[in-house]
Structure formats: C-alpha cells, structure tokens
C-alpha cells in the first residue's frame, strides 16, 4: 500500500517539468475528502488535490498539504484515499514526505523517522519541480 501510496499523484504518465500541475479536484474527490474529514478518519486541514485513479480494482486519489520550505528543498504532508472494488469503505493513508529540489527527487519518512528515497516514476522530477515551486506560507 505504501508504494501505491507514494505513486499516485506522483507518478502519472510522463510529464513536462514546465507544464505540469494539478487538475482541479473533481466533485467525487471533493466530497470524498469532506466525507473522511467529517468522520476523522483524514486529518482536518487544507488538502491540495494532486492526482487520483479510477480502475475496475481501485478507486485512488492523493493530496498534498502543509508545503514547508527546508534547506533541502520542500516537506509536506501527503494523503492516499483509496477504496477496493466491491468494499464500501475508504482507507486513508497519511505520510510525510519531501521534495529535494536540486536532486529533483522524492523520500518519504519511515516509521523510523528516516527519509527514504522514491524512485521508479518517469514523471517525478516534474512534480519535484511543481512542488518546488509553490509559494512559501504566509
């Protein structure tokens, strides 16, 4: 689940470094997300649609919040709502993660509190880029 977690909205088809950025969220993952806020079961804040898939085993979609700038690059917090065919119920899956912008790279946080690396997706270094990019908080 945890590369499933990873790979979501962060590993698309190939992807242009300059061009890409997130769709608006759809009407179904917007009241999905209200719905598992509600109930507690995703954390109550301000979530940013990244990506989400939809096939015949598997309805999927993240979300990026809490963009903070280090000396590395940009931490955030990353959410996976996922739902198996045939399960009503929703599954969350909330992680830290970071983009290290000169590397153009990904690493998620272990349990362990280690950074790990993410590797594996054509399209990473676009999102990097476009995660890299956002605007410092207020």
């Known amino acids: 689940m945890s590369t ?8 698309s088809p190939a992807a242009n470094a300059e061009d ?10 917007s009241q ?3 719905t598992l806020m509600g109930s ?11 990506e989400a898939m939809d096939s ?6 993240e979300y990026l919040s809490n963009p903070a700038r280090t000396s590395l690059g940009v931490e955030f917090d990353a959410a996976v709502l996922m739902q198996r065919q045939g399960q009503d119920a929703w599954k969350v899956r909330e992680l830290r993660m970071r983009a290290l912008c ?10 362990q ?12 270094s676009a ?5 890299c990019a956002l605007p410092a908080p207020d």
């Open 32 to 34: 999905t997300r209200q």
């Open 127 to 131: 999102k990097v880029h476009w995660i």
């Open 40 to 50: 507690g079961q995703l954390t109550q804040r301000t979530w940013l649609f990244m």
């Open 4 to 11: 499933l977690a990873l790979g979501l909205a962060l590993g």
């Open 20 to 29: 890409w950025s997130p769709s608006p969220e759809p009407p179904f993952w």
């Open 56 to 61: 015949p085993s598997l309805k999927a979609g």
């Open 102 to 111: 000169n590397q153009q790279r990904l690493q998620r946080s272990s349990a």
């Open 113 to 124: 509190g280690q950074w790990l690396d993410y590797v594996g997706r054509q399209d990473t």
